[in-house]
């Protein structure tokens, strides 16, 4: 989880520097809200993925560029 404080939480910079080690497309999974969503733009993920995000009906039409 990049954003929800539990046992496996990285938060944004360990996200980060794990990213850098591989040239595979990276996805962040877990914690993603509309406040953090904007921060994941400053990282080098190619996506996220969230249940909780996307069961609210008002979010399906986000995308990630």
Not at 20 to 27: D, R, S
Request: net charge positive; hydrophobic share 40%; aromatic share 14%.
């Amino acid at each position: 989880s990049i954003f929800k404080k539990n046992k496996n939480y990285l938060g944004l910079n360990k996200f980060k520097l794990l990213a850098n080690l591989t040239n595979k497309k990276v996805i962040a999974l877990g914690g993603i809200t509309t406040r953090n969503l904007k921060k994941l733009n400053l990282i080098s993920c190619k996506g996220f993925a969230g249940i909780s995000f996307f069961e609210q009906k008002k979010y399906t039409n986000i995308f990630f560029p």
